[in-house]
């Protein structure tokens, strides 16, 4: 099994910034996509960045030149970088990673969640 925890989210204002941070833990064998979901109040989860294990990212457009996706593969860890922040970025914020095991079956697993406000 594998365990996600998330930290860094909280209460900013339009404008600023936060630093979301994901860790995985337990019988990693070989994390193939670490990827960030959002869901505000309301609406259904939705993908807001992901990174491959070859360092590749790619991101929604409301996010992009706003928000950055990093990885620090030692540590199992991904990161998502949120400048600018704007209101509509108010949401519980997901981490998942899509991790190989050695029978070559894929597995997803997901963070507990971290609250994002954005509000003045």
């Known amino acids: 099994q594998v365990q996600l925890v998330e930290s860094g989210g909280g209460l900013m204002q339009p404008g600023g910034s936060l630093r979301l941070s994901c860790a995985a833990s337990?019988?990693?064998?070989?994390?193939?996509?670490m990827r960030w979901y959002r869901q505000a109040p309301g609406k259904q989860r939705e993908l807001v960045a992901g990174?491959?294990?070859?360092?590749?990212?790619n991101y929604v457009d409301p996010v992009k030149g706003r928000f950055t996706i990093s990885r620090d593969s030692a540590k199992n860890t991904v990161y998502l970088q949120m400048n600018s922040l704007k209101p509509e970025d108010t949401a519980v914020y997901y981490c998942?990673?899509?991790?190989?095991?050695?029978?070559?079956?894929?597995?997803?697993?997901w963070g507990q969640g971290t609250q994002v406000t954005v509000s003045s």
């Open positions: 998942n990673f899509r991790v190989l095991d050695p029978s070559a079956v894929l597995n997803d697993y």
């Open positions: 337990g019988s990693i064998f070989r994390i193939i996509l």
């Open positions: 990174i491959t294990s070859g360092g590749i990212a």
